[in-house]
T-cell receptor, first 113, second 114 residues
Framework: AQSVTQPDIHITVSEGASLELRCNYSYGATPYLFWYVQSPGQGLQLLLKYFSGDTLVQGIKGFEAEFKRSQSSFNLRKPSVHWSDAAEYFCAVGATEGGKLIFGQGTELSVKP | GAGVSQSPSNKVTEKGKDVELRCDPISGHTALYWYRQSLGQGLEFLIYFQGNSAPDKSGLPSDRFSAERTGGSVSTLTIQRTQQEDSAVYLC????????????FGPGTRLTVL
């Protein structure tokens, strides 16, 4: 069965520091992979997605992610974090059947001044 | 353009009552999804509509949950005889099609069952 694991429940980084959020997936074929962000009281906003081609994908707000098939990973990165990046981040895989998304448990990001 | 809208934004109900949650997808989007977000279970898929095809109901947790989509647009999620464990945020999303198409999420309806 398809699944997504985000090993880090909560991460704290200093403003201006680099960030990497981990995501591992279990899937039988080439997956569709997504990163969404959810700010408090808000819906989910797509940061970036991968479905084919270049394994390094660029997203909004300066985020990027790299698809590594050999490691079944799709880690999210940002070179310099801003206080406004504090939010919860969800990695998701698009299921084979239909278009439903299977989400990881989420990583809450806190940013220290 | 307008995004996905959901109503009500908050709903408080008593155990045993029925509730209806509404979703208005982005115009022209053929696919519509319902998800549930709760502290214990994270984000779970509930049901998926694609055009005129039969909906994928594989994520509905019990037969107290049902959903319909009228005219290929607005969708209503109904929970009958609500239980306290139904308390969660119910999120609706729509997309142009399926697969790699981006799902755009609404702000959600927070349901509290007393």
């Amino acid at each position: 069965a398809q699944s997504v694991t985000q090993p880090d429940i909560h991460i704290t980084v200093s403003e201006g520091a680099s960030l990497e959020l981990r995501c591992n997936y279990s899937y039988g074929a080439t997956p569709y992979l997504f990163w969404y962000v959810q700010s408090p009281g808000q819906g989910l906003q797509l940061l970036l997605k991968y479905f084919s081609g270049d394994t390094l994908v660029q997203g909004i707000k300066g985020f990027e992610a790299e698809f590594k098939r050999s490691q079944s990973s799709f880690n999210l990165r940002k070179p310099s974090v801003h206080w406004s990046d504090a939010a919860e981040y969800f990695c998701a895989v698009g299921a084979t059947e239909g278009g439903k998304l299977i989400f990881g448990q989420g990583t809450e990001l806190s940013v220290k001044p | 353009g307008a995004g996905v809208s959901q109503s009500p934004s908050n709903k408080v109900t008593e155990k045993g009552k029925d509730v209806e949650l509404r979703c208005d997808p982005i115009s022209g989007h053929t696919a519509l999804y319902w998800y549930r977000q709760s502290l214990g279970q994270g984000l779970e898929f509930l049901i998926y509509f694609q055009g005129n095809s039969a909906p994928d109901k594989s994520g509905l947790p019990s037969d107290r949950f049902s959903a319909e989509r009228t005219g290929g647009s607005v969708s209503t999620l109904t929970i009958q005889r609500t239980q306290q464990e139904d308390s969660a945020v119910y999120l609706c999303a729509s997309s142009l099609g399926q697969g790699s198409d981006t799902q755009y999420f609404g702000p959600g309806t927070r349901l509290t069952v007393l």
